[in-house]
């Protein structure tokens, strides 16, 4: 089993930055891949950013050159870094390791971007 504990969101003014962590723990394999993903109210989740244990990243075009994933592979967390943050960011960021074909998935953290 893996757990995965989200921390960092709150809420900024637009503009603004915050920084989310994501520390897991438990079964986890050396090669696995970490992403985040956000659910606005009444929308369905979406894709922020992906980065393998190797470190290649994947973002979602709305967040390129804003955001940035990064993991630290000793700790077992995952970080995403978010710059110049709009009001349309606003929503509950999850995190999720998928490792052997298995999904798993943080409680969520909530990121509110006022304008």
């Known amino acids: 089993q893996v757990q995965l504990v989200e921390s960092g969101g709150g809420l900024v003014q637009a503009g603004g930055s915050l920084r989310l962590s994501c520390a897991a723990s438990g079964s986890i394999l050396r090669l696995n891949v970490m992403g985040w993903y956000r659910q606005a109210l009444g929308k369905k989740r979406e894709l922020v950013a992906t980065i393998t244990s190797g470190g290649s990243t994947n973002y979602a075009d709305s967040v390129k050159g804003r955001f940035t994933i990064s993991r630290d592979n000793a700790k077992n967390t995952m970080y995403l870094q978010m710059n110049s943050l709009k009001p349309e960011d606003t929503a509950v960021y999850y995190c999720?390791?998928?490792?052997?074909?298995?999904?798993?998935w943080g409680q969520g953290t909530q990121v509110t971007v006022s304008s």
């Open positions: 999720q390791l998928t490792q052997v074909r298995l999904d798993y």
